[in-house]
């Protein structure tokens, strides 16, 4: 074989592989359209946030891998920004796709949404790039301003941050225009309310104070309301219109416990935001309320999964998309196990005492942040991959279906496995940095080496790399499944 036949053979390769993966998008509306936009980036920060996690849990057990080169700090930096960022623009790509079928009418402003998509992505791409080569230097004002905050878990430089507020604006507009052209739902007036706060909320982030205890107070409510309490509220909202078109669930069941949940968010969740003010000066009566009502978050959204599966029953438990339905059952538990039971069991300030700032908390991260969000916006994938792909049969007996199962398998049990490795850490670090030698650097020092510490962070990479595994299966499912099936999907009415 000669160079040229070579070339045009690769070319001929590169192009069966493209037509293979590609899914058609002309069978999209212009809103749907810009959804995708949001899913891919979703789905290459996921990648990401998996990848510099994987290298900061090598970096645990070998201190120098990558040393002088790429720093822990700014790889979990970058592992902590990039899950936050995917999730947020796959939550934006999820409104984005229903929003025109709830509302009647197509979307309003679809031009300046496009626009926003790629500022957006514009800013993140940038943003990342500081964060792995210009973290060196004395913090100043302009460095606060292009560099990076210094701010844990929203480092972002103040550009960025004015970036973030001006994209959720338009977003809001986006979906407050479409509704007030279209019609008006329970899900419509609940997103509405909640975008308001997601916009708002962060700008508590974007100021200082030079009392350490008012700025902690602020800086809680962009780390605990914008991301726990708007976020849970806007996953009520996907998962209510989820549950209809793929359950059939009625549509006054999952509105009324979407009711229910913005009371709870926005009546409760201000006053959980108090188990973050245990030890920052805050009056001694937030250590009572913040323990109460920070357990009482994720209750209606499970109260709506279960409350959906019991309406499902009583028509056979027909469901259109069985990948999307056991990701939803997967956050139903995620979200209570993970925000719920892990995050009310070190939350209480006789427990907090010892655990607050070892791994326990980061055990009940991992957890929270997959069941809660992560899980979700994967269910919405498959119900969104459905419909791109002519919305075709994607039941039990779909072809391949072994791939979405040991995707589904391998995510939420090597997830499950973190969390209990570095519940096995957080606790070794309570008893001995904590209760054994007082909270002295020599008590960290001791808990670091300690054997059973070390044995702990090794089991976090073994079930790091199982999720990585299980995230490189479901990109390749995503990619394929639906291809070349001729089936029509179970039709599902609202019952």
């Given amino acids: 074989m000669n160079a040229k036949e070579l070339c045009e053979g690769s070319r001929a390769n590169y192009a069966n592989f493209i037509t293979w993966v590609a899914l058609d998008r002309s069978n999209l509306s212009a809103g749907r359209q810009l959804s995708v936009n949001y899913f891919i980036v979703a789905v290459i920060l996921f990648f990401a946030q998996l990848l510099f996690g994987m290298i900061a849990a090598t970096q645990f057990i070998f201190p120098n891998f990558l040393y002088d080169w790429l ?17 947020l623009y796959g939550f934006i790509g999820c409104v984005y796709w229903l929003l025109e079928e709830e509302s009647g009418t197509d979307i309003v402003g679809l031009k300046l949404g496009k626009l926003a998509f790629w500022v957006l992505t514009g800013a993140v791409t940038i943003v990342v790039l500081v964060y792995l080569l210009i973290q060196t230097g004395a913090g100043k004002d302009s460095s606060l301003w292009l560099i990076n905050e210094g701010r844990e878990y929203i480092e972002a430089p103040r550009w960025a941050d004015i970036g973030i507020v001006i994209v959720m604006l338009i977003f809001f507009y986006n979906v407050v225009a479409t509704f007030s052209k279209g ?8 997103l509405t309310l909640d975008l308001v706060a997601l916009a708002g909320l962060y700008v508590a982030g974007m100021f200082y104070m030079t009392n350490i205890t008012h700025e902690q107070f602020w800086w809680w409510w962009v780390i605990h309301l914008w ?26 069941i999952v509105t009324t416990w979407l009711y229910i949940e913005v009371a709870l968010m926005f009546g409760s969740g201000i006053l959980g935001l108090g188990h973050h003010y245990f030890w920052i000066g805050t009056p001694e009566y937030w250590l009572t309320i913040g323990g109460f009502f920070s357990a009482l978050e994720p209750i209606p ?17 027909k469901n259109s998309n069985h990948p999307a339905v056991a990701w ?12 719920g039971v892990w995050g009310f069991m070190h939350t209480l300030p006789q427990i907090n005492m010892f655990t607050h700032g070892t791994q326990w908390s980061a055990s009940h991260g991992h957890l929270a942040f997959f069941g809660a969000y992560a899980t979700i916006n994967i269910a919405f994938f498959y119900l969104a991959i459905q419909h791109w792909r002519g919305d075709v049969w994607m039941n039990s007996d779909t072809a391949n279906a072994w791939r979405w199962k040991w995707a589904l398998g391998l995510l939420n049990a090597g997830v ?13 670090q309570s008893f ?19 054997p059973s510490f070390q044995s702990a962070m090794v089991w976090r990479w ?6 990585f595994s299980g995230l490189i299966l479901l990109i390749w499912d995503l990619l394929t499944i639906g291809k070349g099936e001729t089936r029509k999907a179970q039709e599902i009415v609202e019952h």
């Fill in 71 to 87: 720093d822990f700090s700014v790889n979990r930096m970058v592992h902590i920004n990039a899950m936050i960022v995917w999730m």
């Fill in 183 to 190: 019609k008006w739902s329970g899900i419509a007036g609940v």
């Fill in 227 to 252: 991301v726990e309490a708007t976020w849970e509220v806007l996953v009520g909202v996907i998962m209510a219109w989820s549950l209809m078109k793929l359950l059939g669930v009625r549509r006054q």
């Fill in 301 to 317: 959204l499970v109260a709506m999964v279960v409350h959906a599966m019991y309406d499902a029953g009583s028509h056979s438990f």
């Fill in 328 to 339: 939803i059952i997967a956050q139903a538990f995620g979200n209570f196990f993970g925000a």
């Fill in 416 to 428: 499950v496995g973190m969390t209990v490795a570095l519940l096995i850490a957080g606790y070794e």
């Fill in 432 to 450: 001995i940095e904590r209760a054994v030698e007082g909270s002295t650097w020599g008590g960290y020092f001791s808990a670091q080496n300690h």
């Fill in 462 to 467: 073994f079930f790091g790399l199982m999720t």
